[in-house]
């Protein structure tokens, strides 16, 4: 069954607390991106990644941060200094050529306690 | 930045009506998708059309592009409830290096 799996569907963070969220893809994609949405509102993106062990920042990467050290994950830490973190989160891949399309996880919702 | 805007931003129509949702960016592109939300859900592709083309057919889906006033139309014929969601434009914009910028999205639904 190939796609895209994003863990936990639900995370609560505590105040001064990092907190790591899981993308996984099995489509053998190269690029893997990171979005934030917020109650009525489009996408705003992170952070993202073209190929292995290299990323760029977003139009919101502040208080984020991310690692692509396989080509299978993309996972996305929401740490202390992002005082706003309470969210949905999106990450989606694409196949570096011969595609624009790009294909997302179910999500995973941020609460902050 | 957010370079899709969405009109309206909901819209609430009978089975079987169509529904035309409209999309306004503000620089050149190279392609305009239109993605599907379902609430609490991933997003899902429907359409993309390219800078050099002014209307693509799917299914029970239209979309056409008009470049010279930067903007997009998506028509779903014949709705169903089942088309409830969030419908949102999507540009890749030249010189974004693989970047696409969404906008706030439309609110469909759809009443049997």
Redesign the interface.
């Known amino acids: 069954d190939g796609g ?1 799996t994003q863990s936990p569907k639900y995370l609560f963070r505590k105040e001064g607390q990092n907190v790591t969220l899981s993308c996984e893809q099995n489509l053998n994609h190269d ?1 893997m ?1 990171w ?1 934030r949405q917020d109650p ?6 992170i952070y ?1 990644s ?1 190929i292995v062990n290299d990323f ?1 920042k ?2 919101i990467a502040e208080g984020y941060s991310v690692s692509r050290e396989k080509k299978e994950s993309f996972p996305l830490t929401v740490t202390s200094a992002q005082k706003n973190p309470t969210a ?1 989160y ?1 990450c ?1 891949s ?1 196949a ?1 050529a011969g595609t ?8 995973t ?1 941020l609460l902050v306690l | 930045s957010q370079q899709g805007e969405e009109d309206p931003q909901a819209l609430s129509i009978q089975e079987g009506e169509n529904a035309t949702m409209n999309c306004s960016y503000k620089t050149s592109i190279n392609n305009l998708q239109w993605y599907r939300q379902n609430s609490g859900r991933g997003l899902v592709h429907l359409i993309l059309i390219r800078s050099n083309e002014r209307e693509k057919h799917s299914g029970r889906l239209r979309v056409t592009l008009d470049t010279s006033k930067k903007s997009s139309s998506l028509l779903i014929t014949a709705s169903r409830a089942a088309d409830t969601a969030s419908y949102f434009c999507a540009t890749d914009d030249k010189g974004s290096n693989y970047k696409l910028t969404f906008g706030k999205g439309t609110l469909l639904t759809v009443n049997p």
């Open positions: 895209i690029a991106y979005y009525g509102q489009g996408l705003r993106l993202y073209q760029q977003g139009d949905f999106l989606a694409k570096q624009e399309t790009q294909y997302f996880g179910p999500g919702r």
